[in-house]
């Protein structure tokens, strides 16, 4: 299985910061990388695909970078709303992984 | 708008086991893949398997192969998941999600509680 590794695990903030999250991949996965928010209680919700794409409906304040084994998620102007666990997720090959998340606190 | 709407609530013992459903709603229900995604308390989200639901086709996560099964209905544009042999370590919300490698709509979350 591909590993996927986050840093830091947790990430303390001010509002109005600009923040970095990275993940490295253990093998090449190209550009199949994408990032989640997760907030307590609720789904994981998408905000880049392919590394670098942004999802629909998701602030520009949120961007993706990175290719084969080094991926980095990059929030501008962090906000109270930012709060919450991101994860990086590769698809590039069968089983699809997760990394171990960021806890961001403001 | 789509949506993916899953079952209520499971409590089972150990060596049971459970089916999740997810009805769809607001898109072409053959058109996109649906993964399983389990999240443990506290833990990373682990992947299960997906469905093509325009042919059935199936593919699982070695973890789980024997165990899992992933279905669906297309007249009631639901898909299913049937996990087997349940123990303590399979208590987890379980997740269908619309995804093609990248998982882009969520459904609410099944708790599944496996406990004697």
């Known amino acids: 299985d591909i590993e996927m590794t986050q840093f830091p695990s947790t990430l303390s903030a001010f509002v109005g910061d600009r923040v970095t999250i990275t993940c490295r991949a253990s093998q090449n996965i190209r550009n199949w990388l994408a990032w989640y928010q997760q907030k307590p209680g609720k789904a994981p919700k998408l905000l880049i695909y392919k590394a670098s794409n942004l999802e629909e409906g998701v602030p520009s304040k949120f961007s993706g970078s990175g290719s084969e084994t080094e991926f980095t998620l990059t929030i501008n102007s962090l906000q109270p709303d930012d709060f919450g666990t991101y994860y990086c997720?590769?698809?590039?090959?069968?089983?699809?992984?997760f990394g171990g998340g960021t806890n961001v606190e403001i | 708008q789509v949506q993916l709407v899953q079952s209520g609530a499971e409590v089972r013992q150990p060596g049971a086991s459970v089916k999740v459903s997810c009805k769809t709603s607001g898109y072409s229900f053959t058109a996109y893949d649906i993964h399983w995604v389990r999240q443990a308390p506290g833990q990373r989200p682990e992947w299960m398997g997906w469905?093509?639901?325009?042919?059935?086709?199936?593919h699982y996560a070695p973890k789980f192969q024997g165990r899992v099964t992933v279905t669906r209905d297309t007249s009631i544009r639901t898909a299913f998941m049937e996990l087997t042999r349940l123990t303590s370590d399979d208590s987890a919300v379980y997740y269908c999600?619309?995804?093609?490698?990248?998982?882009?709509?969520w459904g609410q979350g099944t708790v599944v509680t496996v406990s004697s």
């Open positions: 999600v619309r995804g093609t490698g990248s998982l882009h709509f």
């Open positions: 469905i093509k639901p325009d042919s059935g086709d199936t």
């Open positions: 997720q590769q698809y590039s090959r069968s089983p699809v992984t």
